[in-house]
């Protein structure tokens, strides 16, 4: 089903089905730009899923039939310029994007908790991240990204050649972009750490950051700059913005484990689901990357390795 406005990508509603479980949700799809819209991207749970039935301390399998299926809503502000043959077209910074809000999506729809309030993405913020970040890597792969990308008129896939120079673009100022990161994380613990001294403005944080990171790092940024008012993660996160990093390093592991070989392994994508997806929160996460990772060591230069990897 649709809904556009004039001149506007159409709204999609789109019900996802299992071949045995039946209904696993609904997903909203509100990918296109227009005035007065959110600006950035975003994924929405608008009905959580959770147990309608009785609870029986007795019952061991769980009863799908009486499950309150999820809905949930991914919304961007993507360009979606329509093409000569009546397609819209995305960026393949736009796909990545995409795949990112989608991976919180099927937290949600794949969730499969007694309790609504841990279902999905109701969980540790450094944690509920990890689905997000792994589904990046299929923007990235030379194996999937064909599934994603063809030319607007002719359908043919992207050419190997350019498909290695998009690659190669990706980690050309990684460096630059993991101290910023971590700048951002280090303001982040500096505001809302246990013992902030005295009350002041943020910038007077971020100006001591700047003081203690510069020595150690190439290059971060002036500290009289004022992109901190531009940066509304602060009051999202609250101490927790390390996650984001922190996360691209268990995706990263899960991806090395569990798909690198194959990315589009059912096997791999069973295990996913059935070890972190369906339980939300309920699972202490720490238990359920162990099971994922089949016990193996987790490896905190994983993410290294896959920044100077040419895959």
Known sequence: EGAEMEGCAPIKKIEFFHSKDGLLGTVYLDLGKRLGKFPHAAHYTIRCGCSNSIHNQNQ????????????????????????????????????????????????????????????????????????????????????????FSSHFSTGKQIPFDLMKSLQRSKNAFIGLETQQQLLYATVDQKIFGNKPGHVYGIGKHVEEVHKEIMPKVAFVGGGKGAWYNKFSHFTGYGSSYYAYLYDRMLSANIWNNCFNENPLSEGAGNIFRDSILKHGSSKDPSNALREMLNGKELLSDCLVKEWNSDN
């Open 60 to 147: 061991a399998d769980f009863d799908e039939s009486a499950y309150q299926t999820p809905i949930v809503a991914v919304v961007t502000s993507f360009s979606l310029p329509l093409t000569s043959n009546g397609h819209r077209s995305m960026s393949h910074g736009e796909l990545e994007t995409l795949l990112h809000e989608f991976g919180h999506a099927l937290h949600s729809l794949l969730s499969r908790t007694e309790f609504q309030h841990t279902s999905g993405t109701r969980g540790p913020i450094d944690w509920v991240e990890v689905p997000s970040h792994l589904m990046e890597h299929f923007a990235w792969d030379k194996r999937s990204l064909p599934l």
